[in-house]
């Protein structure tokens, strides 16, 4: 479960600069990019750049197998698809992140699988699954290829997403992610401990205590943040307020989809990924020790060859809140140096 949008909008002063930034890899191979055809885009679309709420862009639906999708479309440019973090609806990304992003690419977000106006359907929850879902969302929208990102449990989905679906990524960017299996490093065993109580409690109708939310919110800013932020981990609301776009069902399923995604005894998504030749992005924040430990992201910039690796100095599992702006100018200077016609 996730308590990253528990970061308080009025809270957050973002910096010019980002006080420390790593790339690992300076370069990254010339992998060549396929022509994409797209449709059912709104050609009037490209006004929407300056837009600040995406809940003022329309909510379409498509039948994808036995679920309906919810998804909006958006900017102008090459496509690119964003994987939500567990328990979060399309709504959940920050808008200065949207408006740059949509600035220059044609933005697609869209509900997992119960969440948010996207149905549940009745096939057994997994990460695969999540990945199927998604070739059938851009199989319905004609898209042939896209650049993804994936942010936490939508990082693990769109690893799975480009290892089963490889001729469908153009680029990969993965933000606070693990590739999981043996080679993950596992979040501590106390944490599992007090994710898994807070959600059994909120099935079962027993109060959670406000020490057991500030500690989720604690964990997902990281000490360097609160530090800085004090104030952040003031007022924090109860689950359900925090939570009004997923049911608790679904949020168990997120739950023991990313523990088996993360547990030690299956091979994991790195040698695979490795076997893919896409320009990767792997961002984290050097706080991120409890939500997916940041070393995580180390062992996925080190698999995964001409990787570019980003250690964001004083963020935490939340970094996509936290550091908007400047993960945005991350991405454009990783999208633009990739892209073979700049």
Not at 29 to 38: E, Q
Not at 227 to 255: F, G, T, W
């Amino acid at each position: 479960m996730s308590s990253h949008r528990l970061v308080r909008k009025d809270h957050l002063v973002l910096f010019a600069v980002i006080s420390t930034l790593v790339i690992a890899s300076s370069s990254i191979s010339n992998y060549g990019t396929n022509k994409f055809v797209y449709s059912q885009l709104d050609p009037d679309n490209s006004n929407i750049t300056n837009l600040v709420d995406i809940q003022d862009i329309p909510l379409e639906k498509v039948r994808v197998g036995e679920i309906d999708i919810a998804y909006k479309v958006f900017g102008k440019g090459d496509p690119i698809l964003l994987f939500n973090g567990a328990s979060e609806s399309m709504g959940g990304w920050d808008p200065s992140f949207l408006r740059s992003l949509s600035s220059n690419h044609t933005v697609i977000v869209f509900d997992s699988r119960g969440v948010g106006n996207t149905t549940t359907g009745s096939t057994p929850y997994s990460i695969q699954l999540l990945a199927n879902d998604t070739a059938g969302l851009m199989d319905a929208l004609k898209i042939q290829e896209a650049d993804v990102l994936g942010y936490s449990l939508g990082g693990h989905i769109a690893q799975q997403f480009t290892v089963t679906y490889p001729e469908k990524v153009n680029r990969l960017i993965l933000v606070a992610t693990t590739c999981g299996g043996k080679d993950g490093i596992p979040k501590p065993s106390e944490f599992i401990k007090l994710q898994s109580e807070i959600v059994n409690k909120s099935l079962n109708n027993v109060s959670i205590s406000q020490e057991e939310m500030k500690s989720l919110v604690s964990a997902s800013l990281g000490s360097g943040w609160i530090r800085l932020h004090p104030e952040s981990v003031e007022n924090i609301p109860d689950l359900q307020q925090a939570k009004p776009s997923i049911s608790l069902d679904v949020m168990k399923n997120q739950m023991n989809a990313g523990f088996a995604w993360e547990a030690t005894n299956w091979n994991g998504a790195c040698d695979e990924l490795a076997k893919i030749a896409k320009p990767t992005l792997v961002i984290t924040g050097t706080d991120d020790n409890l939500y997916i430990p940041h070393a995580n992201s180390l062992v996925i910039a080190g698999k995964i060859p001409g990787a570019w690796l980003v250690q964001i100095k004083d963020a935490g599992h939340a970094v996509m809140d936290q550091y908007p702006d400047e993960i945005s100018k991350i991405l454009q200077t990783f999208l633009s140096t990739t892209n073979e016609n700049s």
